[in-house]
């Protein structure tokens, strides 16, 4: 409590770092409400088209029964970028939950992606920088390991 | 159980899970992993990539509603973000190697810890650090609105924060949860970071985080259809209904309820590990 009324610990030493001008076109918090709304469309859309997918796969599986003890891992259909969008066209349920996890999955890799646009705007290029090192990790991550084949 | 039911209970479950998570801030991941291998009988991998997923949809899903308020910061965001994605990435290799027994312990053995962090009072906030040199040129120090008007503060020992999420990001992709008390240890203790800041930055990160190991768990054909449909479905509305009603509710006694269930989860989990069950 008491701290709060002594400002005067702050006052003589102001922040040492540049002055940055009042009225930017383009400051951090504009940018991040920008990308939350991004976020959350991404969000909606996947959960949107994995419930899709959901009325499709119960609508035919319902009965039969659900046994997750064994691990077998996924069919390739559902572990590539190109066998997804083959189950989906072939109009599979799971194949179309598949697509909207993959949905889910590109959001957050979207918004580091608009990132780089936000940090390029506000001209600071280390930023710049450190997100392209993110998106890089995110795509090899996505791409590399052996989803898109 | 027919496969309807297994989705309705799973969805119900993991709705109630993704709520407790949001009103207690302590997430809803960390218990689904336990709750689905253990009463579900499902295999620790497919658990682990459905909650991967979820963890995904909970963090997108609040950063709209958190970044209005103005707390989170992207500049330490980013920069800490380089340090999961990697460590992420490392992890989720690392889970595809090691055996399903050696996962369940470390699960249990983060969960035991988290139901201590959730107990331990939160330190009270320094107030006016003085600037560190690598956070002055990483352009990491801020503000955020209080109570009384713009709050500033400089961050602390970035080498440790750094260090410490990519521990984070390793044990993020490594179990398929947001890793929160990790995070909260390296932004808050090591960095200094004011809670609101830490937290709200973090569930920005959590995402992403996520992200940089879903691809790896996808191409090993750890993210069943099946599972994850309910589990991302749930958690979801359950924490976007959590963070409407947050406000209003008493979340004090809730977060004890909470962190009674975690260790009991927890040493339930380090049991099935030790004893081989998993």
């Not at chain 1, 194949?95 to 957050?108: D, H, K, V």
């Not at chain 2, 560190?132 to 961050?155: C, H, I, K, Q």
């Not at chain 2, 979340?251 to 309820?257: A, D, E, F, I, Y």
């Amino acid at each position: 409590m008491g701290e709060d009324l002594m400002p005067d610990e702050q006052a003589p030493a102001p922040p040492p770092r540049p002055p940055q001008p009042q009225l930017r076109p383009w400051d951090d918090h504009r940018i991040e409400v920008i990308l939350g709304d991004l976020l959350r469309s991404g969000v909606v859309l996947a959960a949107a088209v994995v419930l899709w997918g959901a009325c499709i796969y119960l609508s035919r599986h319902a009965h039969e029964p659900a046994d997750y003890r064994v691990f077998r891992g996924e069919p390739s259909d559902f572990r590539t970028i190109s066998g997804v969008i083959q189950s989906v066209i072939s109009g599979r349920g799971r194949g179309l939950i598949q697509l909207g996890l993959l949905l889910l999955i590109a959001t957050p890799i979207a918004r580091v992606a608009f990132s780089i646009v936000g940090f390029a705007l506000e001209r600071d290029r280390m930023y710049v920088v450190f997100t392209l090192i993110v998106l890089a990790i995110l795509l090899y991550s996505l791409l590399g390991s052996g989803i898109g084949v | 159980m027919t496969i309807l039911e297994f989705t309705a209970v799973v969805a119900i479950v993991s709705f109630v899970a993704g709520l407790l998570g949001a009103l207690t801030g302590l997430g809803g991941g960390v218990v689904l992993v336990p709750l689905l291998t253990i009463f579900f009988h499902v295999d620790i991998r497919y658990a682990i990539g459905a909650s991967l997923v979820s963890v995904i949809a909970t963090s997108s899903g609040a950063a709209a509603s958190y970044v209005k308020e103005g707390f989170s910061n992207i500049r330490i965001g980013m920069f800490l973000e380089i340090a999961t994605t990697f460590g992420a990435l490392l992890g989720a290799f690392l889970a595809t190697r090691i055996p399903t027994s050696a996962l369940a312990i470390i699960f249990g053995a983060v969960l035991l810890y988290s139901a201590y962090l959730s107990r331990k009072p939160r330190p009270p906030a320094q107030r006016s650090l003085p600037p560190d040199p690598l956070a002055t040129r990483l352009r990491m120090n801020g503000s955020f609105p209080d109570l009384e008007g713009e709050r500033s503060y400089n961050v602390q020992h970035v080498p440790a924060g750094f260090s410490l999420m990519f521990g984070a990001g390793a044990l993020s992709g490594l179990l398929g949860i947001g890793s929160g008390a990790v995070k909260v240890l390296a932004m808050d203790q090591a960095m200094q970071i004011p809670f609101k800041v830490s937290t709200t930055t973090s569930n920005f990160m959590i995402g992403v985080t996520a992200a940089a190991s879903a691809g790896v768990y996808l191409s090993r054909g750890y993210v069943d259809p099946g599972l994850s449909m309910p589990v991302m479905l749930g958690v979801l509305g359950g924490s976007l209904l959590g963070s409407r009603i947050l406000v209003k509710a008493e979340t004090k006694s809730l977060r004890l309820v909470f962190s009674l269930v975690i260790l009991v989860l927890g040493l339930q989990m380090l049991y099935n590990g030790f004893w081989g069950k998993i």
